[in-house]
């Protein structure tokens, strides 16, 4: 990895997303489960978790790039606007420093590219697999 490297996922929620994460980590709350609740809130319809959407990072960096083996080792996060169901986001990750011993330090961001805003703003802190 070298400064500068971008990747770049597509990828959505489905309701049923929101439904399982909710069952695994308890977080129930109507805005997440219920588009009433959503819509009483001055959303559209329901709303991911904050955390489902920033999952999709550690899917990343531990599935695709740089992939197995790497360790994530810091997050952070700014949630700017709402992650919808059914809807195709971008999540862009690209290396902005590369330290010793295989640490990189990464801008994570998931874009709504239909109306060209970021909706999630982050950056984290990896370590990459060894090579063999």
């Known amino acids: 990895m070298e400064v500068g490297d971008l990747f770049s ?10 439904d ?6 308890g ?16 959303f559209k319809s329901r709303i991911a978790h904050g955390m489902l959407a920033g999952s999709i990072f ?14 994530y080792l810091e997050q952070s996060m700014q949630f700017l606007e709402p992650i919808y169901p059914d809807t ?9 420093e590369v330290l010793p011993r295989n640490k990189v ?4 961001r998931i874009w709504n590219a239909e109306k060209d805003i970021i909706l ?8 990459c697999p060894q090579k063999s």
């Open 9 to 18: 996922y597509s990828f959505s929620f489905s309701t049923h997303d929101f």
């Open 20 to 25: 399982v994460y909710a069952s695994a980590t």
């Open 27 to 42: 977080d129930s709350n109507p805005i997440h489960l219920n588009d009433e609740a959503a819509i009483g809130h001055g």
């Open 58 to 71: 550690s899917k990343i960096l531990g599935t695709k790039w740089p992939g197995t083996g790497t360790i």
């Open 88 to 96: 195709n986001y971008f999540a862009i990750l690209e290396v902005v």
């Open 105 to 108: 330090f990464l801008n994570t």
């Open 120 to 127: 999630v703003d982050g950056k984290a802190k990896i370590k």
